[in-house]
T-cell receptor
Framework: GAVVSQHPSWVICKSGTSVKIECRSL??????MFWYRQFPKQSLMLMAT?????????EQGVEKDKFLINHASLTLSTLTVTSAHPEDSSFYIC????????????????FGAGSRLTVL | DAKTTQPNSMESNEEEPVHLPCNHS???????IHWYRQLPSQGPEYVIH???SNVNNRMASLAIAEDRKSSTLILHRATLRDAAVYYC?????????????FGSGTQLTVLP
């Protein structure tokens, strides 16, 4: 089945530094990947849609200069949290549509295991 | 996107069936009904999806009302590993990849 891998699974950094999170589709190509953020005890919120070879589309209220997304290949999208602050501490999850058969029209998404960011 | 309504929490005993309800009275004709679950500290996991007919797979069954305004996810024998937040999501059929919009879901607790 389709597998999405995220790295790192957890990271701790100092305030003001930048952190890069990688999202890879291991056994399929993904022209589109989605980045979500989840705060404790809350549901997932879509941050942005990452498109291979073009600029990402950000949801309202998400700062594109703070959350840099690069989707340079069909199997890799990266999210860089620039000048991270404690309020950026969260669980970041990426996803992609991996099923091109039965689930294609229904838009079944495969999710990574998530990356937990803690900013001190 | 059409909204879904789920109970905030449910409890089940281990090895008993669990029926997780979802109401989606504003569903459109091209909306698929998706179920995902999220175990603690993990990303969501696909469970099952359907359009009009009931569906079965190795993880669960999905029963869809005839008018499609509600559905029920059925776990036939709950195990402790099934404890998770279960999300019922309507997803518009699309040829290109489309994001999922998550609600608050149902927290399932499985009692030993």
């Amino acid at each position: 089945g389709a597998v999405v891998s995220q790295h790192p699974s957890w990271v701790i950094c100092k305030s003001g530094t930048s952190v890069k999170i990688e999202c890879r589709s291991l056994d399929f190509q993904a022209t589109t990947m989605f980045w979500y953020r989840q705060f404790p005890k809350q549901s997932l919120m879509l941050m942005a849609t990452s498109n291979e070879g073009s600029k990402a589309t950000y949801e309202q209220g998400v700062e594109k200069d703070k959350f840099l997304i690069n989707h340079a290949s069909l199997t890799l999208s990266t999210l860089t949290v620039t000048s991270a602050h404690p309020e950026d501490s969260s669980f970041y999850i990426c996803s992609a549509r991996g099923f091109e058969g039965r689930g294609a029209g229904a838009n079944v998404l495969t999710f990574g295991a998530g990356s937990r960011l803690t900013v001190l | 996107d059409a909204k879904t309504t789920q109970p905030n929490s449910m409890e089940s005993n281990e090895e008993e069936p669990v029926h997780l309800p979802c109401n989606h009275s504003t569903i459109s004709g091209t909306d698929y009904i998706h179920w995902y679950r999220q175990l603690p500290s993990q990303g969501p996991e696909y469970v099952i999806h359907g359009l009009t007919s009931n569906v079965n797979n190795r993880m669960a069954s999905l029963a869809i009302a005839e008018d499609r305004k509600s559905s029920t996810l059925i776990l036939h024998r709950a195990t402790l590993r099934d404890a998770a937040v279960y999300y019922c999501i309507l997803q518009l059929a699309s040829g290109s990849a489309r994001q999922l919009t998550f609600g608050s879901g149902t927290q399932l607790t499985v009692l030993p």
